[in-house]
């Protein structure tokens, strides 16, 4: 876009200056038109959407464009008033953000790149890489299309990479003379979470005898409060034969679009013939226990993802003589305003043919064992756990064609903040299966891979997890409470195998050596007595820099315990107590940066609107 400075006409008269002003208007709104008219996306181009806020007033729409290196956005403003800031940053904070702002003085309005300091100030950036297409109003408000490059090697710009971009936003009440005038931390703003980077993958065909089935909870009263995760159990008519399933989308009540944040279906442990009937609070003290045995993935939507389709020749298998009858559906609800009286029946529409495809497809969990040996302790910025999938538990369960990887969801509980699995062959790091360094546990879908990953027989299977404990007093433990944590790559892949637990935690006998270490050298007596729990013991721990570097070291080069577990839960033959630590020789190079070119002809400051 071309450079446009605002003059000074402070030495004119005003007679003169008003027709001057407004011709300049005129011909830079026509020279914008005549400009952006080939460069703006057609709304049907935007096949991604999500709303930011939760009323619906702000409706963001994107596309990707590889080729470019692009991200197009364009946002609908409903309710406009005197502008919009619309931006990214690390964690979803206001404070360090990278942003796109449109603001008026009451006059005029200026669309520019900009990002804020430590104190919520905002500061106009000396290069506008989001660059404005269009601004057009219309009935149902003022649509806004700009697009931003993935990478722009500027110190105050967010790099878009795979995984999850916290986007933030706000809405200006007032007008500020200047963009400087503007202070987010006074604003009222809001955060939503999408994957921008969406996988290129080619849709397949429905079969002709495809079957719809529809997961929902009927007539949920929505709780007025901030969030709600309600399940509901129902179940499949009785002797219902084996299908597969092809894909699922998800069925959002009319009007809750901003307030159905995710949703899953789970389908319940075999060897349980009843599952009692719930409809309610997934942590309520009234639910039956055996909701927590419902825990097999079959389908899972997060805000902002489309329909979920299995590649042409595999299916998810269900119904059948080993497979449960029940099925847990799992609503998040985010309800910010805390509205009251709102019904909901939203839940997860199933596509399946009873014409079964050539591969079953399976699901594979990666990563820790849930286990409270595994431990982070408190005041941590960043603690890092890893799990393993051995190449002796992948020789021994894999065919020997191997496995092809298609889709991966990533787990933790809530002080995840980065999860990453790669595939390790012969001591070298080759692929990266599925990474997102801006993890969060609110936001947590299945994802398509850009490219399936082949994992044959021998191969290694690395799963690291990134926690922070700055806010926790206590050492939070491995288990399956919320305030516990998890460490979890649900993999899924084709053709199905026997393996579905691939995961390891540190030997019990090597964390006896660590706190005898900590009562030698800690100051404060750990029992280490037989009798003692890991909890108990690590609750004793007098938690320092040194107990907190001590632990890190035995996690990283203490031996494990391998879990290569059947479906059974019943471990395949063989020994794999104190297996020693996986040797990674070779990992893969950092990726390569490709700056755009910084043209002459770009913006250096914000443009009239």
Known sequence: MARRRLCSFTHLKITTVVPIYFTMIGLVLALSLVTLHDTTPVASSFPYTVPLDPEGSLQLFWNVSYAEKVVNFQILIKNLKFGMIFGMSDRGDFEGADLAVLWSDGLSSYFGDAWSDENGHLHIDSHQDYQLLSAQQTLEGLYLVFRRPFTTCDPNDYLIEDGTVHLVYALLEKPFQSLSAINVSLLQRGLQRVQLLKPEVHTPQLPKDVITMDVRAPNVVIPDKETTYWCY???????????????????????????????????????????????????????????????????????????????????????GSRSSRFLRLEVHYHNPLELRGLRDSSGIRLHYTPSLRRYDAGIMELGLVYTPVMAIPPHQTEFVLTGYCTDKCTNLALPSGGIHIFASQLHTHLTGRAVTTVMVRDGREIAIVNQDKHFSPHFQEIRMLKKPVSVLPGDLLVTRCSYNTEDRSRVTLGGFSITDEMCVNYIHYYPRTELELCKSNVDPGYLKKYFNLVNRFGGEEVCTCPQAAVTEQFNEVPWNSFTSEVLDSLYSYSPISMHCNKSSAVRFPGEWERQPLPVIKQALPPTATSCPPRGDSESTGPALV
């Open 233 to 319: 159990i129902t179940e499949l008519p009785k002797d219902f034969p084996k299908h597969h399933i092809v894909m699922y989308e998800p069925v959002i009540t009319q009007g809750h679009g901003a307030i159905v944040h995710h949703i899953e279906v789970f389908q319940c442990s075999e060897e349980y013939d009843v599952i009692p009937h719930y409809s309610g609070p997934c942590d309520s003290k009234m639910r039956p226990q055996r909701l927590d045995y419902c825990r097999h993935v079959l389908a899972a939507w997060a805000m902002g993802a489309k329909a979920f389709y299995y590649p042409e020749d595999v299916g998810l298998a269900f119904g």
